[in-house]
């Protein structure tokens, strides 16, 4: 099972992630990590993406792509792999196809997870975590019993800077700005899928199971 999850901000792909790696057993290759572990361990490629962020600039794809490619020739990828956070435009879509198109290992489907703009700002501006357990909460979809306080532990329920409605809408537009051309190049080959990402967790769930079994590890 080789595929590419996408999800803006908000959308609960991470959740949907987490779940899909128990369920079939795969690697949730996530380039944020590759990159935060490479830097740490001070790799050759690592060394070359703390210097470009070191300067302000974007890690290039030449060596986001180096990562992928390390990863993926590490054995626990065998049954499959879900790539998050990679593609983000059309030139990394391409050289990703093309990559592994090398190594024999096609991508074999996207799979958008699609939740409409205005829920995705009411999910992230109301969002607040406890300063203490981490537990997550929503001021306007699962609100807390006292206001600012956490049910599970009585710690202080706090919001992170960046979820102001400013912000985020400008990152939920740079995503979707990003992600439509995306969504159209897989689409035209027949590799993408789209699960409605406003319902429940357990019938979201449902939905990547049916899109996923048929190509499950020892399907396909």
Same mark, same amino acid.
């Given at each position: ?31 944020? /990590?590759?990159? =935060?572990?490479?830097?740490?361990? #001070?790799?050759?490629?690592? &060394?070359?993406?703390?210097? @470009?962020? $070191? *300067? ?7 060596i986001v792509l180096g990562m992928i ?6 054995? /626990?990828?065998? =049954?499959?792999?879900?790539?998050? #956070?990679?593609?983000?435009? &059309?030139?990394?879509?391409? @050289?990703? $196809? *093309? ?19 205005? /829920? ?41 800077? /960046? ?14 700005e990003q992600t439509a051309p995306l ?38």
């Open positions: 099972m080789r595929i590419v999850l996408l999800g803006a901000p908000g959308s609960g792909k991470g959740t949907q992630a987490a779940r899909l790696v128990e369920h079939y057993q795969v690697v949730q290759v996530s380039t944020g /990590d590759l990159l =935060r572990a490479a830097v740490a361990a #001070g790799t050759e490629l690592g &060394i070359k993406a703390k210097a @470009a962020m $070191d *300067e302000g600039q974007l890690v290039s794809d030449d490619r390390e990863r993926l020739a590490q054995p /626990d990828t065998e =049954r499959g792999f879900i790539l998050d #956070g990679f593609p983000r435009n &059309i030139a990394q879509a391409e @050289a990703l $196809d *093309e990559m592994l198109a090398d190594l024999g290992r096609p991508l074999q489907m996207s799979i958008l997870l699609d939740v409409p703009l205005e /829920d995705l700002m009411q999910r992230l501006t109301g969002r607040m975590t406890c300063s203490e357990c981490g537990a997550v909460f929503n001021r306007y979809t699962h609100p807390p019993k006292t206001e600012g306080v956490c049910d599970k532990c009585g710690g202080e329920l706090v919001q992170r800077g /960046d979820d102001n409605e400013d912000t985020v809408r400008r990152r939920l537009e740079v995503f979707q969504v159209e190049y897989y689409d035209r080959d027949g590799r993408l899928a789209r699960v409605d990402g406003q319902r429940d967790i357990e019938q979201i769930a449902a939905d990547f199971r049916e899109i996923l079994d048929p190509i499950a590890p020892g399907k396909s």
